[in-house]
């Protein structure tokens, strides 16, 4: 008895799939279902030793926004209409931009050079110098480099042999200028792509953080340090207009001070000195000092109302965090062993099932090809 029994399984397509015959077509196969489930089973087991443990920490964060009354009225106005304010208003930050803020790459790169704890290390170290330092190439990295990735290990030895641009000789010193990435930091900031994600529930209002890293102390440390400059960011974006102002008030506000200290001194010294004297030059100098110490008075007792009011729209446009989920350190690695494993076998059993049934099925599908084959071939002739 062979392995394979060639017996159409289907003898006419409208009778439909005869599910009991494939069932003793995968019995007759079943060393090769056996033997392909038991290569991908040892494929998984090595995949699931040599895989890297990966924890991950979040945290729930509640951005306390305070918008105006009359613009939370009108937005509850908006929502009855189903238009989402949140998306049209131009005076507020939407959330809806939060997740561009950590996706850009001067977060990723402020992530990259931050100090954490590693396991390995007894004091804090950012990760571009611990993965200098500290940080092993596998030997599956090694093959897949080498193999899978051939190609572009390639390209990337020949694009390295052009000499880099110097922005210095191209942009003048005031010029806007972009952000420099070098060769060594894009693999990192591709993979902090990868590994801190913000994900924003525009309808309950709270946003998710969520970071992934090799070591538990790591990835916990690394996603506070990734709250607080995410804090940070939006606190600086939402009061970068009023923080403009209050600077500019600030500084007309210390020059009239001192223009008005000074007409105060000078004022002070005529004023001593003229107590014996009664010329009228005299009392015309300081009847000119005297108004321009009171106009210069008047504004600076203005500007330091407005400087007070600056003071006060920071602190009011100035977004409050609540945290609804600290960061808790992760015990248990998020990625397990038993589930590639299992992963591996299954994929194995259905590879195995298919290799079996398209044996079964080739010998019908081949006899229906040629004589499909010897009609057009007998039309053809006629």
């Given amino acids: 008895m062979t392995e394979y029994d060639n017996t159409p399984m289907v003898e006419e397509e409208e009778e439909g799939i005869d599910f009991l015959k494939l069932l003793r077509q995968l019995l007759r196969g079943w060393k090769t279902v056996a033997v392909t489930t038991a290569v991908f089973t040892v494929l998984g087991l090595v995949a699931a030793l040599t895989m890297k443990k990966q924890y991950t920490a979040s945290t729930v964060i509640v951005p306390q926004l305070g918008s105006s009354s009359s ?13 989402d304010m949140t998306k049209t208003s131009g005076s507020e930050l939407s959330p809806l931009i939060y997740p561009q803020i950590v996706e ?3 977060f990723r790169l402020e992530m990259l050079y ?3 704890h590693y396991e390995k290390c007894d004091t804090a170290i950012c990760m571009f110098d611990y993965a200098r330092d500290y940080g092993g190439i596998s030997v599956i990295d090694t093959v897949i480099k080498y193999t899978v990735k051939l190609p572009f290990v390639i390209l990337n030895a020949i694009r390295s042999k052009d000499e880099p641009v110097e922005l210095d000789n191209i942009l003048d010193s005031d010029a806007v200028r972009p952000v420099e990435i070098k060769k060594e930091e ?3 900031i591709e993979i902090l792509k990868e590994r801190i994600r913000l994900s924003v529930d ?19 440390e690394l996603c506070i340090k990734a709250q607080q400059l995410l804090q940070n960011e939006i606190t600086r974006l939402r ?13 007309r506000y210390e020059e009239v001070k001192e223009e008005t200290e000074f007409y105060q001194d000078e004022l002070a010294r005529i004023v001593d000195r003229a107590k014996d004297m009664t010329t009228t030059s005299a009392k015309i100098e300081q009847n000119r000092l005297q108004s321009k110490y009171n106009t210069a008075n008047s504004v600076y ?8 009011q600056a003071k006060l729209a920071v602190k009011k446009d100035t977004p409050v965090f609540t945290v609804v989920k600290p960061v808790t350190l992760p015990i248990k690695s998020s990625n397990s062993r038993l589930k590639v494993l299992i ?14 049934l398209a044996r079964g099925y080739w010998p019908m599908l081949k006899e229906k090809w040629l004589a499909e084959y010897e009609d057009v071939c007998d039309n053809s002739v006629e």
């Fill in 186 to 188: 894009e693999n990192f």
């Fill in 114 to 116: 931050t100090p954490v």
């Fill in 104 to 106: 850009s790459v001067p």
């Fill in 71 to 83: 613009s939370s009225s009108l937005s509850s106005l908006a929502s009855l209409a189903g238009i």
């Fill in 343 to 356: 992963i591996w076998s299954f994929f194995g059993f259905i590879v195995s099932c298919g290799i079996v």
């Fill in 301 to 308: 007792q203005e500007l330091a109302k407005q400087l007070e």
């Fill in 202 to 220: 525009n309808k309950e209002g709270y946003l998710t953080l969520t970071v992934k890293g090799d070591e538990a102390l790591q990835t916990a």
């Fill in 239 to 251: 009061t970068e207009k009023t923080q403009a102002e209050l600077k500019y008030i600030q500084a």
